[in-house]
């Protein structure tokens, strides 16, 4: 099994170079790729030094597995091309809504893993990521109508230069320094910013369409989802404040069990002080994080949860190194 990470020197890639470490995949050969910039480094690899590939003239011909972490612009350019020779599991936004490229969680629809047509499978976005994955088990005991969701996400769904600007400007805050924001459209540090990429016409932002649009595709496009997603002043983890309207009664023994007991979930909720998950806490861990569940008495069958988890992980690189397991074991892959 030979392998191609394209963006490895970036955030998403070195987690996933993290990833596969500490997984069981037989790897025969890694290629790490790049761009022009960073042809030439060194980066390590269970011991051994790899050198970075050039990207513009790499040859994929050699791999069965391509990941790609490298953004929209890089995906769009070189996936299809990459396509013709391995299976690309893009982590980019570009393919996501494309009907002939399956968006997949495995824990949650792997079954659409049998729906390639490019020879690519999309990853979701981190936040679409690990909601699913704990709505999947209340889906299907309960059938939900509709999701309310507030998210409060990490700089590092930015990228590392928004981790360093925060990193930055919280210095300049504390030395009682001008603050000029680089990175974000609003000053981070000590602040929160409900604005993650670009406005639509009707108000929403992108990243609040991605989730809504994503979660249907994934999950069921039958559920009725409105979102608002806030940037805070953090380095890694998102946490997602999600109200829940299901079809059918439900008791909170029920759903408590219903996630604990689903790959990937774990419930962190006692009534007591500390008696939850927050994003630190989730940061390096494998696991969505699900607390302070709760009933709404607002609304027939409703439902409060408060969702925690490293979206450099769940999100991004755990997400992807678990659609190549699924597909090793089901041996699909290179088709």
């Known amino acids: 099994m030979n392998i191609a990470i394209v963006g490895a020197t970036g955030n998403v890639g070195r987690k996933t170079l993290e990833v596969l470490e500490k997984k069981e995949l037989s790897i025969d050969n890694l290629y790490l790729v790049a761009s022009s910039k960073s042809a030439g480094k060194k980066i390590s690899f269970k011991g051994k030094e790899h050198e970075v590939f050039d990207l513009e003239n790499f040859d994929f011909s050699k791999v069965k597995i391509a990941f790609f972490a490298a953004g929209g612009k890089i995906s769009e350019k070189f996936a299809e091309r990459a396509a013709k020779h391995c299976l690309v599991i893009d982590n980019s936004s570009f393919y996501r809504m494309d009907p002939d490229v399956p968006l997949i969680v495995p824990q949650v629809n792997s079954n659409h893993l049998d729906q390639i047509k490019k020879n690519i499978i999309a990853n979701p976005n981190c936040s679409t990521a690990q909601l699913v994955i704990a709505l999947k088990p209340l889906h299907d005991l309960f059938v939900i109508k509709?999701?309310?969701?507030?998210?409060?996400?990490?700089?590092?769904?930015?990228?590392?230069?928004?981790?360093?600007?925060?990193?930055?400007?919280?210095?300049?805050?504390?030395?009682?320094?001008?603050?000029?924001?680089?990175?974000?459209?609003?000053?981070?540090?000590?602040?929160?910013?409900?604005?993650?990429?670009?406005?639509?016409?009707?108000?929403?932002?992108?990243?609040?369409?991605?989730?809504?649009?994503?979660?249907?595709?994934?999950?069921?496009?039958?559920?009725?989802?409105?979102?608002?997603?806030?940037?805070?002043?953090?380095?890694?983890?998102?946490?997602?404040?999600?109200?829940?309207?299901?079809?059918?009664?439900?008791?909170?023994?029920?759903?408590?069990d219903a996630l604990n007991n689903f790959e990937g979930c774990k419930v962190i909720d006692e009534r007591v002080d500390g008696g939850y998950s927050t994003p630190l806490e989730a940061e390096g861990k494998d696991e969505t994080f699900i607390s302070r569940i709760r009933q709404d008495k607002t609304i027939e069958n409703g439902l409060n949860l408060w969702i925690v988890s490293d979206n450099l992980l769940r999100g991004a690189a755990l997400n992807a190194v678990e659609i190549a397991e699924t597909l090793i074991k089901n041996n699909f892959y290179g088709k």
Do not use: W
């Open 146 to 256: 509709r999701i309310v969701v507030s998210t409060y996400q990490s700089v590092s769904g930015g990228g590392k230069a928004p981790m360093d600007e925060l990193i930055e400007q919280t210095k300049l805050v504390l030395d009682g320094k001008k603050v000029k924001s680089k990175n974000f459209t609003k000053q981070i540090a000590f602040n929160a910013i409900p604005h993650i990429d670009v406005f639509s016409n009707d108000g929403y932002t992108k990243e609040e369409l991605k989730m809504t649009n994503e979660t249907k595709k994934i999950l069921d496009d039958k559920i009725d989802l409105t979102a608002t997603c806030v940037r805070l002043p953090i380095s890694v983890s998102h946490s997602e404040s999600v109200n829940l309207q299901f079809e059918k009664p439900f008791s909170l023994e029920k759903i408590k």
